[in-house]
């Protein structure tokens, strides 16, 4: 009867353990983002990467050809803070690119946005609406060695 006791302890303790149906989800699924919240989303992911990344005059990045409003957007944006962005697979042999390579997923009605290069990965989830996005979380920033 002494261990027979802390047996039933132990089993009552680990039943309360288990999880129900009403669990997070962690499935995401590609989402295309267009027009206004494409060019939110891309501006700020932009400015994120240019606090993190080196000077831009004397930087090159490297993104695949995509034709998607928001690699459109974010090929801008990163212009736009004075980055050489090139898209297709020639390149100088002079130049050493920094590859960059981006995500867009919906997680619980939002949108979350991925951006990285080897050394720096940011990611942030967002609220897209017809007339923009506005961020939903703090900015993730993960620094690789």
């Known amino acids: 009867m002494r ?3 802390p047996l039933i302890l132990a089993a009552a303790l ?4 288990q999880s ?9 699924t590609p989402v295309a983002v267009t ?5 939110a989303i891309a501006g700020d992911m932009a400015s994120q990467l240019a606090e993190q990344m080196g000077p831009a005059a004397t930087t090159t990045i490297k993104m695949e050809e995509d034709t998607s409003d928001f690699a459109v ?21 002079d130049v050493k690119p920094i590859e960059l390579a981006y995500s867009l997923d919906g997680v619980d009605g939002q949108v979350l946005a991925r951006v990285w ?12 609406t017809a007339a923009g996005a506005t961020p939903a979380s703090p900015l993730s920033r993960m620094q690789r060695n």
């Open 20 to 28: 129900t149906d009403e669990t997070l989800s962690t499935n995401s």
């Open 35 to 39: 027009g206004p919240a494409a060019s």
């Open 117 to 128: 290069t080897p050394s720096v990965a940011l990611s942030r989830a967002y609220t897209a």
């Open 73 to 93: 957007a974010l090929e801008a944006a990163l212009r736009g803070w004075g980055y050489k962005v090139i898209t297709d697979e020639k390149v100088a042999k």
């Open 14 to 17: 680990l039943a309360g353990c």
């Open 3 to 5: 261990r027979l006791l």
